[in-house]
């Protein structure tokens, strides 16, 4: 089967079509979001980032020899580009308190993909992550979206959520390319599998920690 084909069967196995958005998601788009929410997650973000910069940096080096070596150095230099725009964000928000905290909840999923950089299989951690491109992009995009109407946003303070809603249709055709011809074998679909349901489960711990903020 075509890498391309593997790739769109493992997204829509993992993220089937008609998934309730969260419940952080879904309040900021009906307009009941709370800013003091938003500021606690670009503080939690900035760890996510710095962590799983990191990660994917460990990753290019583990597969430096390889076309998959450049492609998880080019989601680094995305990491360290969404880095930039989480001041505006967390300044359009207000002061938190817990700006220094890291959340368990939001950290397990950096946590995790730190363990993919040491033992995940490289071209299996590539698909999970391919995965899940969409859903996160889709979440983004909504708030981004919420942000402007409901909010008055302007193009600086949403520039973190802007970045990660542009579709992912070229990281993923170049991780197609990168993954090879060939495709991934049976094993390396069996592990993105594992992989991407631990992924999506930590993201979604991740939302679910801020929506249950008091």
């Not at 998880?72 to 938190?96: I, K, Q, Y």
């Not at 979440?139 to 409901?150: D, E, I, V």
Request: charged residues 15%; contains cysteine.
């Amino acid at each position: 089967m075509p890498t391309s084909q593997q790739l769109q069967d493992l997204r829509s196995e993992l993220t089937p079509p008609g998934e309730e958005p969260p419940t952080l998601v879904t309040e900021f788009a009906t307009g009941r979001g709370r800013l003091g929410t938003l500021a606690v997650l670009a503080a939690q973000q900035q760890r996510i980032i710095t962590s799983d910069r990191r990660s994917l940096l460990l990753l290019a080096t583990r597969c430096a020899d390889g076309p998959l070596g450049a492609w998880f150095a080019g989601l680094a230099d995305g990491e360290s580009a969404a880095l930039r725009t989480l001041p505006a964000l967390a300044t359009a928000c207000g002061p938190t308190g817990t700006t220094d905290t890291p959340l368990l909840g939001c950290q397990a999923y950096p946590s995790y993909l730190a363990w993919l950089a040491l033992n995940g299989h490289p071209p299996a951690v590539a698909a999970a992550l391919v995965a899940n491109f969409t859903a996160w992009g889709g979440y983004c995009a909504a708030l981004a979206g919420a942000l402007r109407r409901f909010h008055g946003f302007d193009e600086e303070a949403c520039a973190f959520f802007d970045f990660f809603a542009q579709p992912p249709t070229a990281l993923e055709q170049a991780a197609t390319e990168a993954i090879g011809p060939a495709g991934l074998t049976d094993p390396d679909l069996d592990a993105a599998r594992e992989y991407g349901r631990l992924l999506q489960a930590y993201e979604g711990s991740f939302w679910s920690t801020l929506a249950d903020l008091p």
